[in-house]
């Protein structure tokens, strides 16, 4: 968007010749200059500088706005236009720098097209037939219709995604719960199974125990089924004694009487004979 040199230099010719004036008239020269060398910065400086001298002039506010643009200080640019009066070159400018902003803020993008939208309207209000203006005007009105269809199938894929992680979470309890479940379930059988286990350590100990009651009683049987054929020996042993004993005192006394007998026969016959011969 250059600026147009005949209506600056008209601007020139209107403004007369004073020495206020010819100071300006030089600014704006070398902005001129610096702009077609693409020196916006340089450009701006010197028609900021001519706007102090001759302040509210259209010519040079739309020529800052113009570098302004160029510079991409839309903020800046932003404030300047809504400051002063707008014109066709505002409106056209402030219509480019909305856009441009939509292209990168994709949140915001159908305001700042509405925004491009309203500013082009109102500059072919200014100017009907402008090709450029109305082919602009018509293209924005596109991208809004664009950018709605956009966001319609992002909102449905949202929803489809926000579905689906709803689905997929869902499956993901699901799964915990059967894990947990199953988790549960294994625990139950091990605690069953150690309990089952226990059971059997415990009738297993219960079976040796009373089998080694068993052993012991046996054992205590058999000794005291040895201790008591033991005193049956030693009783035996002790009547046989006895009765050998008995059998020889017997004897003895056998012995003694057959003796005594054997005395008083003996006595009896000396008796005898004495009595004899005392007769």
């Known amino acids: 968007m250059k600026i147009n040199i005949i209506l600056v230099l008209i601007f020139i010719f209107l403004c007369g010749f004073s020495s206020k004036q010819e100071n300006a008239y030089r600014n704006i ?7 077609n060398n693409k020196e916006f910065e340089k450009s701006l400086d010197k028609f900021k500088t001519a706007n102090n001298i001759l302040e509210n002039n259209n010519t040079i506010l739309d020529n800052i706005a113009i570098n302004l643009y160029y510079l991409n200080n839309h903020e800046e640019l ?9 014109t ?9 720098i909305y856009k441009k902003i939509g292209d990168l803020q994709e949140e915001n993008r159908i305001k700042l097209y509405k925004k491009s939208l309203e500013n082009y309207k109102e500059a072919i209000k200014l100017n009907p037939g402008n090709e450029k203006l109305i082919f602009n005007y018509e ?13 319609q199938d992002k909102d449905d894929n949202q929803d489809k995604d926000d ?3 709803k689905d997929d979470n869902q499956d993901k309890n699901d799964n915990q719960d059967k894990n947990d479940n199953q988790d549960k379930d294994d625990n139950q059988d091990k605690d069953d ?42 009783n035996q042993s002790i009547d046989e ?39």
């Open 139 to 151: 293209y924005i009105k596109k991208l809004i219709e664009e950018s709605k269809d956009d966001n």
């Open 78 to 86: 932003i404030n300047f236009i809504d400051s002063n009066n707008k």
């Open 193 to 234: 199974n150690q309990d089952k286990d226990d059971n059997q350590d415990k009738d297993d100990n219960q079976d040796k125990n009373d089998n080694q009651d068993k052993d012991d009683n046996q054992d205590k049987d058999d000794n005291q089924d040895k201790n008591d054929n033991q005193d049956k020996d030693d």
């Open 29 to 35: 020269k070398d902005g001129i200059i610096l702009y």
């Open 241 to 279: 004694k006895s009765l050998e004993e008995l059998y020889k005192s017997l004897k003895m006394m056998e012995l003694v009487e057959k003796d005594d007998l054997k005395n008083n026969q003996k006595v009896l016959e000396n008796k005898n004979k004495y009595e004899e011969k005392n007769w």
């Open 88 to 96: 066709l070159v505002r409106y056209s400018i402030l219509g480019e």
């Open 163 to 165: 579905n689906q992680d």
